[in-house]
């Protein structure tokens, strides 16, 4: 049981390179989400996934795109890398948000992305 | 959309003392509210969280509680030790999304 896999875990795109960030839990949880970690700023929703097929926009969702094929993978896409998108992504998932006992997130281990 | 606040940004306290971190919240649909622990260079992890049908809760030096009617929670951490040393934070959950606090970073001086 390996929990939430991120990778890559450092990158450095030039901008308007485009990359995919890749996360995978197997942990049949059917809540999964992205966020970015700025100084200062918290832990910020990017997309969020409540399952298959179906994503949706968080607090900061522009330039960014997600899909969500699969139970287990949730790929966040840069689609044309600025400055500004320089940060700490961490992919989160959580068997759901709407019932269950267990609501608590479980964290990938983070992807830590320069743009230049 | 919710918002959440967290107060103080930084906490520095004894070993030994007690330690207490608060946050608030703004949607009142909000029913669960999970405390996470980042040290550095590390994933947030959960430490402890309660609903909203539950006013307080207990895991060993660490309690949260919650009150609705203010719309506030607090992070309580007793006989802290340095390996508590970390930043924390809060968070609200909504309807299908958590909201995240800015963190409190906690400095456990020996």
């Known amino acids: 049981n390996a929990g939430v896999t991120q990778t890559p875990k450092f990158q450095v795109l030039k901008t308007g390179q485009s990359m995919t960030l890749q996360c995978a839990q197997d942990?049949?949880?059917?809540?999964m989400s992205w966020y970015r970690q700025d100084p200062g700023m918290g832990l910020r929703l990017i997309h969020y996934?409540?399952?298959?097929?179906?994503?949706d926009q968080g607090e900061v969702p522009n330039g960014y795109n997600v899909s969500r094929s699969t139970t287990e993978d949730f790929p966040l896409r840069l689609l044309s890398a600025a400055p500004s998108q320089t940060s700490v992504y961490f992919c989160?998932?959580?068997?759901?948000?709407?019932?269950?006992?267990?609501?608590?997130?479980?964290f990938g281990s983070g992807t830590r992305l320069t743009v230049v | 959309g919710e918002n959440v606040e967290q107060h103080p940004s930084t906490l520095s306290v004894q070993e030994g003392d007690s330690a207490v971190i608060k946050c608030t919240y703004s949607?009142?649909?909000?029913?669960?509210f999970p405390w996470y622990k980042q040290e550095l260079g590390k994933r947030p992890q959960l430490i402890i969280d309660?609903?909203?049908?539950?006013g307080e809760k207990k895991d060993q030096r660490i309690a949260v509680t919650l009150n609705k009617t203010a719309k506030h929670f607090s992070l309580h951490i007793t006989e802290t030790q340095p390996e508590d040393s970390a930043v924390y934070f809060c968070?609200?959950?909504?309807?299908?999304?958590?909201?995240f606090g800015i963190g409190t970073k906690l400095q456990v001086i020996p």
């Open positions: 989160a998932s959580s068997y759901s948000l709407t019932g269950g006992d267990n609501y608590g997130y479980t």
């Open positions: 942990m049949n949880h059917e809540y």
């Open positions: 996934s409540v399952g298959a097929g179906i994503t």
């Open positions: 949607d009142s649909a909000s029913n669960y």
């Open positions: 309660i609903r909203s049908n539950v």
């Open positions: 968070a609200a959950r909504g309807y299908q999304k958590v909201t």
